[in-house]
């Protein structure tokens, strides 16, 4: 904030004059009252913030006096370079004073022959601006922490466009900002016909008349600014302002401005431009079908480029060079889509509005400062429409469309009044998506989708550029990166991105893969859609009486659509829906629609929202509030049947051929980039999810061949255990530890040799091993078991026990304790009550019911160990230890069912057999 304290730039809004190109050095004016240092300048960092003002017939005199203390060293950092940008075209920079105050002694570092640089460069070139500014700077020598920066300027500007007239904004600064000594002065001649307002209710003292001039001043900081809500109008969120000018009105400014917009004689018979209007004109004989086609050239066959010097404050450039350029800002736009109009009969007209003040304005001093834009505004057919020159993307449809600045000032020769820019919802989407994804393989594996998506408005002009642009590798990375910000992550198999001239569109088609956005909660899928409604909240707070009658900012306009199929897998049960399977609702500006449904094997939703953006009165926005509520959550939710097919049926099967298109897929991405190791570990984590571990397995070789790193060492070693390729999975574990020596890669490497009963060496590694909290809970289990292993089960429950004190009643330390107890046959004569604990301090999680399944087992329990089994795998059947332990308590029923279990359990999970073993359990 410091920093632009001394940032020389104008606060009055105003355009050329003949001035000098570089800074003058002289006293201050006469009628200036400059101020003294406070006796004491200690506290606030600002020591003394002088800003005065004087208007006199067509000149604002802007005089600034800054007095900074350097706190530490970061102040000393930003404030010893001093900036003062200006435009030499529109005023001069006078330098008064640049002092250093270090105790009882003043430095003149002026005096001292120190002078200001001038950089002559364009600051916002890239914006694409062309300001005419240039930049004087000093780096103050000497400069110390501690020391107090004292900087005195003027800038005078005058405006050729405003003639006599005369305008001024002065920002407020207000507390929590404080000062020594700070103030405010705007003064003008008596008789001047001045007019001044604050942009918050404000006590100003009355005029102070002396030497012929009139004076008002303000005593600042001002008191903190009342809260507001983040979604009150910006009228209410306004910053202290303080304005003046001499306008008698809207009237007086619309009319000012109007003969900067007469199009008379602007486009020449036989020129470019008439020729542009004779194409235009004989395309069609719809007026409206017209105005687009003019809208859309002057949108698409110019550029932006705002012009700010020169007098280009106000004055556009001509249409026939703005034509010519190919180039132009607001003004320029407007101008020549004015005359494009004008030559067609098209009654228009230009129009002020405020891209930042919004509604706003309407509480502002009448002034052409009080606007930073201008757009047309055109009628036919009884209707009003708002064309914006400098957007994008218009078609037939988006004339409708109303501009969110909420106010405009028509500019007419006799004058004209503000006038509300009255919300309408666009003709045609921003944005739909028709979107299908295949979860006929399966609801937990990777799913196809073929999307497209139709953009149009000022993002579609943004994707044209790129569009235009890109290269082959360009446009994959920009293809991926749209589907990505819509969709998710995905992996593009084939895609397109183009523009639609004719409908001013772009299209985007993509075919993909994606994760699975199903959801498995207690055994049962589940898949929330994403739709445009279900993000639909409407919650105004108005709860403190302060806020009560303070009207909603609204959303848009925009309009939004998803048409979403989901193609679904085979199987007995059937799907359901929960939520709002139709909408057809207008709340608070909104309107939403929904229409969802399943037929046989297929899921269908259309859905959208379009909103008109405006604001609602505070008494309206609470009764829509309670509207919003009592509609209740708008999430929509897919369920499947129990009995849906999972992925981990494919264990020990052959039959692939449901996998056939998701196998298809990988093979078009590997063969489009072959040498791209994520295409193959991605298809290796999808068949190894699939048990095709030799598929896996071959593609792991290829993921280390092109990219070897510790996940992937891992990912294959893992594979080879599953193989029952011990030796293999140790060297590859030892790899990912050459590559990353942490615990985690050491515990690992333990667990392999304990696979291959070479305990003694897993033990000596993890009793190497430390680390954080974390790291030693998970050291002193992986001890405990290997201890266990080795014959040493008392060593190996005191780690637990030990781990436990630490964490007392740590769920994952009562189930580890469970765990070990059961697992092992320890100390039986309490298991049941031990295990029980654990569960009940789990919430009946399905693995610790996994555990004391084991415990009663163990105790010979096996009804109470088979009830805990099915209600761990009715939770969670993908749990393949306890489908192991099921087949196990069966077989020891008598049940022969018992067998199909284990086969099933060891073909998603061999290496259950080897561990078990260790246990004691035979599975054969």
């Not at 064309?387 to 004339?399: K, N, W, Y």
């Not at 699975?516 to 279900?534: A, E, H, I, S």
Request: a negative charge.
């Amino acid at each position: 904030m410091y920093k632009h304290l001394f940032l020389l730039t104008s606060a009055a809004i105003t355009a050329p004059a003949m001035a000098g190109e570089e800074p003058l050095y002289q006293p201050a004016p006469a009628w200036v009252s400059v101020k003294p240092l406070p006796a004491d300048t200690k506290g606030p960092t600002i020591v003394l913030y002088d800003d005065e003002r004087r208007l006199v017939e067509g000149t604002v005199t802007n005089y600034t006096d800054r007095a900074l203390r350097v706190d530490n060293p970061q102040m000393l950092n930003t404030l010893g370079t001093i900036q003062a940008p200006w435009l030499p075209d529109k005023g001069d920079l006078i330098i008064h004073r640049v002092e250093i105050i270090r105790g009882a002694e003043t430095i003149d570092v002026l005096a001292q022959g120190s002078k200001f640089d001038v950089l002559r460069r364009e600051q916002q070139l890239e914006q694409r601006t062309l300001t005419g500014a240039m930049t004087a700077t000093m780096t103050v020598p000497g400069l110390r922490v501690g020391d107090i920066l004292r900087v005195a300027y003027s800038m005078t500007v005058s405006d050729q466009t405003l003639g006599k007239e005369v305008q001024a904004v002065v920002p407020l600064i207000a507390a929590p900002v404080d000062a020594k000594s700070a103030s405010v002065q705007l003064s003008w001649p008596v008789g001047s016909d001045i007019r001044w307002s604050t942009t918050h209710p404000l006590h100003l003292p009355e005029p102070v008349a002396a030497g012929g001039f009139e004076s008002i001043t303000v005593m600042l900081p001002l008191a903190k600014p009342e809260d507001m809500p983040g979604d009150a109008p910006a009228r209410f969120k306004l910053p202290n302002i303080l304005q003046a000018g001499s306008f008698a009105g809207w009237q007086e400014v619309s009319s000012v401005m109007a003969p900067l917009y007469a199009t008379d004689g602007t486009i020449a018979a036989d020129s470019p431009l008439a020729a542009e209007v004779a194409k235009i004109v004989a395309a069609s004989d719809d007026k409206m079908t017209r105005m687009a086609a003019a809208l859309r050239l002057v949108q698409d066959e110019v550029a932006y480029l705002a012009v700010g010097m020169e007098g280009g404050n106000y004055i556009p450039q001509s249409p026939a060079d703005t034509w010519q350029k190919r180039y132009g800002d607001c003004k320029a736009k407007t101008l020549l889509l004015l005359a494009l109009l004008h030559a067609m009969d098209i009654k228009a007209e230009p129009a002020l509005v405020s891209s930042v003040a919004g509604d706003a304005v309407s509480e502002m001093l009448p002034m052409p400062g009080a606007f930073d834009h201008i757009i047309v505004h055109a009628t036919l057919g009884g209707e009003e429409y708002w064309l914006d020159g400098t957007d994008s993307g218009a078609t037939l449809a988006t004339l409708k469309a109303v501009p969110p600045f909420r106010n405009a000032l028509p500019v007419r020769a006799e004058g004209a009044g503000l006038v509300a820019m009255t919300p309408r919802r666009s003709g045609q989407f921003d944005r739909s998506i028709k979107i299908t994804y295949d979860n006929r393989p399966g609801l937990d594996l990777p799913m196809l989708f073929d999307a497209e998506w139709t953009v149009g408005g000022s993002f579609a002009g943004t994707l044209r550029a790129l569009i235009d642009q890109a290269g082959k590798d360009q446009m994959d990375d920009l293809i991926a990166g749209f589907v990505a910000s819509s969709i998710g992550p995905t992996q593009v198999i084939e895609g397109s991105m183009t523009f639609d001239a004719a409908n001013n569109r772009a299209i985007v088609k993509v075919k993909g893969l994606m994760t699975t956005l199903w959801r498995w909660d207690r055994g049962q899928g589940k898949r929330q859609l994403n739709l445009v409604t279900t993000g639909f909240e409407f919650k105004p707070d108005r709860s403190r009486k302060a806020w009560s009658e303070i009207p909603v900012e609204l959303d848009g306009p925009s309009a939004q659509m998803n048409e979403v199929t989901i193609l679904l897998p085979d199987t007995e049960g059937k799907f359901e829906l929960e939520g709002k399977t139709t909408l057809d609702e207008d709340i608070a500006g909104t309107h939403l629609e929904r229409s969802a449904k399943i037929e046989g094997n297929r899921f269908f939703v259309t859905d959208f929202a379009t909103s008109q953006g405006g604001e609602l009165p505070a008494d309206q926005a609470m009764a829509e509030r309670s509207r919003a509520s009592r509609l209740g959550s708008l999430a929509l939710t897919l369920e499947a049947p129990r009995d849906v097919s999972r992925r981990f049926e494919f264990a020990g099967k052959r039959d692939r051929s449901r996998l056939a298109p998701i196998e298809q897929a990988y093979a078009k991405l590997i063969e489009r980039k072959p040498d791209d190791a994520d295409n193959y570990l991605n298809r290796a984590r999808f068949r190894s999810g699939t048990y095709d571990r030799d598929g896996a397995l071959a593609d792991m070789n290829k993921v280390i061949e092109l990219a070897p790193d510790t996940q992937a060492y891992w990912t294959r070693s893992g594979l080879l255990l599953d193989l029952g390729r011990l030796d293999d999975a140790l060297a590859d574990a030892r790899a990912a530890s050459d590559l990353d020596p942490s615990v985690g890669s050491a515990i690992y490497e333990a667990q392999i040799l304990a696979e291959l009963d070479r305990v003694d060496e897993a033990i000596a590694i993890v009793e190497n091993l430390d680390g954080d909290a974390n790291e030693r809970q998970s050291i002193g289990m992986e001890l405990s078991d290997l201890y266990a292993q080795a014959g040493r089960k008392d060593d190996g429950f005191a780690k637990i026990e030990d781990l436990l004190a630490e964490r007392p009643g740590d769920p994952t330390m009562l189930n580890a304790r469970c765990w070990f107890k059961a697992s092992w046959n320890y100390q039986p004569d309490d298991l049941a009550q031990v295990c029980t604990r654990a569960v009940e301090q789990s919430s009946w999680s399905p693995p610790v019911l996994d555990s004391r399944a084991m415990a009663y087992f163990r105790l010979g329990r096996l009804q109470e160990a088979l009830d805990d089994i099915d209600a761990a795998l009715l939770s969670s059947p993908e749990l393949s230890p306890t489908l192991l332990m099921r087949g196990v308590v069966r077989k020891a029923m008598g049940d022969k069912k018992g067998s199909d279990d284990i086969a099933a359990a060891l073909a998603r999970d061999p290496s259950l057999e080897r561990k078990y073993a260790h246990y004691g359990i035979s599975v054969r």
